[in-house]
């Protein structure tokens, strides 16, 4: 039976699939050794000459692929730019990945070493170590690679590396001009980016930006995200007696300052988690079809609900997705004196307040925090820079010191960019499944004030598993999604807009 | 002249008062010189063999005048009692006093050892050691001795003995019935004391306590105190996701649990710094008698609030002394995740309050404490005693954790009694200046519940000066409260009531 069908086969027009489906079991194969030997150079932005030897792969491995690759110098570590030779009147598409990665513990990992990949396998309920020769018959889907940067973001690199193999051996061609730029430091914040948009401008002209980083959504499904918030930060200090007192002689007395800080703090929020500040939330306009997009995540509330272990969420949208297309007001710390076994009786001298607020487009980091100001003058209180002098606190009875954080921007392009449209058509096409669109994610970007300054339509395009640990001990790349990764940029790779 | 008038005091009536200024000021010294005896053996109530040693030296000095002694056996370290020989158809007073100490850290105090006092005059504004024999022709009041439990609480027990011996020396006869008990653990909470009082009752049997312990108003005129302030505490814990979540990701999601504290604390308290929780003052009622002796304390509202660098205080009263008659509702310790540069972008998974409240006689510590738990179950919480299970967190939204402290009661003899106004008329005789009556301390002391057990009236009599460092390095005692003790005491011991 499987002979009749193999000579079925031959003589059918599938013979090409079934060619085609070895050669793409192959390039499978070929990206996950290529990436155990990427990963074997340690990445941590910290150690320059670590970074050297990964631009030094970096260049042999697109220089192969025929790209021209150069090494661009920034206020810390240098880009990596690769670019395939343009050709009129084909759009160009601008690929952003990073190649370094996090900090790693070794003490942490279940491996001896988070740079010597490893092979894993479900077995019973944990997870097996097996050589490699137990991908040579076949590469199941649910096996994982561990090490650092499998998932985040080295393992992106390599599927676009062997996407461009791929299409070289099936003889597809691009149906666009690509060009490539890779950060060294991204963890560390991409500090020199936003500068390195002045200075190689023309060299990053494109159509459309792709940004492979982060994990599809948790449903596993295709993703395309439009956008993430921004995030800046502030930290208020409230002021009670100039050093703490013996809470029998002043409590009652002297003002304390987390009773104030505490109160503050109340007056901003109602008890749905709902910012109170007048303007907090001006500009946002969500239309129905905005709407409909975000319902149209498959977001389970009650996991993410069991997750948490909390029985309700806050109410700043009416679901999830809908909270995310507003700025935040978190409390991300609060501290007075001591707690637990460490606790006095004492009247505290300061309490301070650490907040976080998320962005979005529609409001600007720093008129959010002005708008946090004036709230709080409303309520009474002078604002210090610094700790309030003897004499500022003799001259005026509520002093609060506010310190602020800088400004990363939001990024957001529109649901209805037409090539993000096009993204979606061609994955949907692809997988034949629904693509999940996520209009703006809850965290932020280092390099959204890139994204904003090459004012271009972006797009993230996560090609990795929503639990690869990014960040954490034992990262990993589950291998379906290498499958998955070099299906997705093939069909974006050689899908003409309008095509 | 000077031999003239010397002539003219002997062959007057005034020679007697010559004399006994003689006689006084040996005693003054007297009491300098073994109150550095007594300094010298370490006394901190963790040392069982220190202690031992200071109960041997007591049972000497007590018995050399007359007193008969014993050592009572309690759970902790034993408490030293002496007695005179009881006379018929006098009253009797029971002084009550301390011979442990805080313990030490030597490497903070400005002499080489807390144990060895050392006699120090200001120069310069700075001070001085000196030599003993300095004292030898006049012993001046603003020179100090420094040294632990100089004035807390060794010196008061001297000046006690001391006078005994000066009452000897000039030919005077006691007006009531001596009993003396001396506690060897005050400084670690006097936790057997109320056990003792069931235990020894018929020993300790009296018409009045004296205790004398803590220094005199701030003034540095003669002072009574009629009562101090209780306490106890509660801590809060509210939460958020069951553990802390990326602030990009659940921000305007998960319930924040620094928010959830914040306002519920905001709740309590209204701007003034009067709690709102119904029913929390109740019971209160301050004569207008009561006012004018509050309003007879010769505080000074711009030194104390320059001290704390405040601009106004809270207005739980109308001024310092109106405020101490209220039980007081304070924020000692506020924490969530971190402050400062630990500070992550996290939505916290707790959020934690340490309270104490400050508790007069009339505001039984849980009853106060009741009502702030049913406060809170007004504002939507239930109550855990520990930490919330996820079957609980499924089950309902606002959970707080509540965990209570022990409660200290306060105590407080009232104004108009009978004894107390005949200390305050004997101090004023004696002294010629106003007497600061205080009508209730804001501090606790551990031993209000031997107070109440007692069931006498009790009373406060402070001998040491304002600034003795107590609890700290450099505790020190100012020579002229040794002259001030030895007269108060004499005048209080000699003047029968209604005398």
């Known amino acids: 039976m499987r002979n009749f069908l193999f000579f079925f086969l ?46 030094r792969w970096l260049t042999a491995k697109f220089s192969e692929r025929g ?19 343009l050709k009129e009147g084909k759009p160009t598409l601008l690929f952003y990945m990073h190649f370094d990665g996090q900090s790693v513990d070794p003490s942490k990992w279940d491996q001896p070493d988070p740079y010597k990949a490893v092979l894993k396998a479900p077995r019973d309920g944990r997870w097996e170590t097996l050589p490699f020769s137990a991908l040579n ?41 690509i060009k490539v730029i890779l950060d060294g430091e991204e963890e560390k914040s991409s500090k020199p980016l936003p500068k390195a948009v002045q200075q190689y401008r023309e060299l990053l002209e494109a159509d459309y930006l792709l940004i492979s980083d982060g994990p599809v959504h948790v449903s596993g499904l295709p993703t395309v995200v439009y956008g993430c918030r921004g995030i800046t930060s502030m930290t208020l200090t409230t002021y009670g007696p100039v050093r703490p007192q013996h809470s029998g002689h002043y ?45 149209a995540v498959p977001d389970d509330p009650a996991a993410i609900h069991a997750m948490l272990q909390i029985r309700q969420p806050e109410r700043v949208g009416a679901f999830y ?57 409303a309520q009474g209180y002078r604002i210090a820079d610094s700790i309030p002098t003897p004499e500022m606190r003799a001259a005026y009875d509520k002093w ?78 589950e291998l379906g999604q290498v499958a998955y990764g070099l299906n997705a940029l093939k069909a974006i790779l050689t899908t003409p807009m309008g095509g």
Chains 1, 2 share one sequence.
């Open 10 to 55: 031959l003589f059918s027009g599938t013979l090409v699939k079934a060619q085609e489906d070895a050669i793409f079991t192959a390039q499978v194969r070929h990206t996950i050794d290529e990436l155990v030997e990427f990963v074997a150079l340690p990445n941590d932005a910290l150690v320059s000459s670590d970074i050297e030897r990964n631009l």
């Open 67 to 85: 790209f021209n690759t150069s090494v661009l110098p920034t206020e810390g570590q240098p880009l990596f730019f690769a670019a395939l030779p």
């Open 137 to 177: 018959d076949s590469i199941p889907a649910h096996w994982r690679l561990y090490g650092r940067s499998t998932s985040d973001d080295k393992g992106p690199i390599v599927m676009f590396l062997n996407t461009i193999d791929l299409l070289r051996k099936t003889g597809k061609e691009l149906s666009y001009n």
């Open 251 to 295: 409590g009652n007395y002297a003002p304390n300052p987390a009773f104030r800080l505490a109160t503050l703090l109340a007056s901003m929020k109602d008890e749905d988690g709902k910012v109170v500040i007048p303007g907090y939330y001006d500009g946002i306009a969500l239309s129905e079809s905005d709407r409909e997009v975000l319902r």
């Open 321 to 377: 997705q809908e909270a995310l297309q507003y700025p935040s007001l978190n409390i991300r710390g609060l501290g007075s004196a001591w707690i637990g076994p460490e606790a006095r009786t004492i009247v505290p001298a300061t309490a301070t307040a650490e907040l976080d607020l998320r962005l979005v487009p529609e409001t600007d980091g720093t008129r959010l925090k002005n708008l946090v100001r004036k709230h709080i003058e």
């Open 400 to 477: 609060i010191t506010v310190e602020e954080g800088s400004v990363t921007d939001a990024f957001r392009t529109p649901l209805d960019n037409p090539f993000g449209q096009h993204l979606v058509r061609t994955l949907n096409g692809t997988f034949e499944t629904p693509v999940v669109q996520i209009r703006i994610m809850g965290g932020t970007v280092p390099i959204a004030p890139f994204i904003n300054a090459l004012k271009i339509p972006a797009f993230i395009l996560p090609l990795v598993n929503p639990d690869n640990n990014q960040h954490s001990p034992n990262e990993n790349l």
